[in-house]
Antibody
Framework: QVQLVQSGAEVKKPGASVKVSCEAS????????IHWVRQAPGHGLEWMGI????????TNAQKFQGRVAVTRDTSTSTVYMELSSLRSEDTAVYYC?????????????WGQGTLVTVSP | QSALTQPPSVSGSPGQSVTISCTGT?????????VSWYQQPPGTAPKLMIY???NRPSGVPDRFSGSKSGNTASLTISGLQAEDEADYFC????????????FGTGTKVTVL
């Protein structure tokens, strides 16, 4: 079965960087895009970016341009999201989500989420 | 890119129907049939319930249905059950230059 397993919770200081991993299994890794979405405490969902694991590139939301880097390692079927210059407003649960094969603009499987806390 | 507008909360008794609206603009909901709905019980990851306005993935009960009119999409839960109590979010593809996708503000469904 399809699974996306994310790395554990992180606590970072303002100005630092964080790198969250998302290991995929149960399907052909290079066949489906992976998205990153975050959810600040008590708030809604916010789309951050997308990567094509086959190597055809990434696209990020303008809000995160210059601060986010999404990469992948095909040998381990893992996608990484690194967010730099962290500030308190970046405290959130970060999710990876797979684009559905039957509808590429739909997120059909989600990771369990990774809580990133930014605190002095 | 502003979030899609949803009512903060809706409620209903078991067996009743509730409808959640999701209002966007002509750049997202009104332009594309790429509206999805996600269910998120407390402390868990979102689960896909409806995609491309009105399609249900395998395993989602047919009590859940979706529709769209103009810039507003809707999710209807018929025959409400206690297990349906959760937060629900809509999402849409968007032609905005700042983002590819936009999510709704979220709606808390309470089963009375």
């Amino acid at each position: 079965q399809v699974q996306l397993v994310q790395s554990g919770a992180e606590v970072k200081k303002p100005g630092a960087s964080v790198k969250v991993s998302c290991e995929a299994s149960g399907y052909t890794f290079t066949n489906s895009y992976i998205h990153w979405v975050r959810q600040a405490p008590g708030h809604g969902l916010e789309w951050m970016g997308i990567i094509d694991p086959s190597g055809r590139g990434t696209t990020n939301a303008q809000k995160f341009q210059g601060r986010v880097a999404v990469t992948r390692d095909t040998s381990t079927s893992t996608v990484y999201m690194e967010l730099s210059s962290l500030r308190s407003e970046d405290t959130a649960v970060y999710y990876c989500a797979r684009a559905a094969a039957y509808s590429s603009m739909t997120f059909d499987y989600w990771g369990q989420g990774t809580l990133v806390t930014v605190s002095p | 890119q502003s979030a899609l507008t949803q009512p903060p909360s809706v409620s209903g008794s078991p067996g009743q129907s509730v409808t959640i609206s999701c209002t966007g603009t002509s750049s997202d909901v009104g332009r594309y049939n790429r509206v999805s709905w996600y269910q998120q019980p407390p402390g868990t990851a979102p689960k896909l319930m409806i995609y491309e306005v009105s399609n249900r993935p395998s395993g989602v009960p047919d009590r859940f249905s979706g529709s769209k009119s103009g810039n507003t999409a809707s999710l209807t839960i018929s025959g409400l059950q206690a297990e349906d109590e959760a937060d629900y979010f809509c999402s849409s593809y968007t032609s905005s230059s700042t983002s590819l996708y936009v999510f709704g503000t979220g709606t808390k469904v309470t089963v009375l």
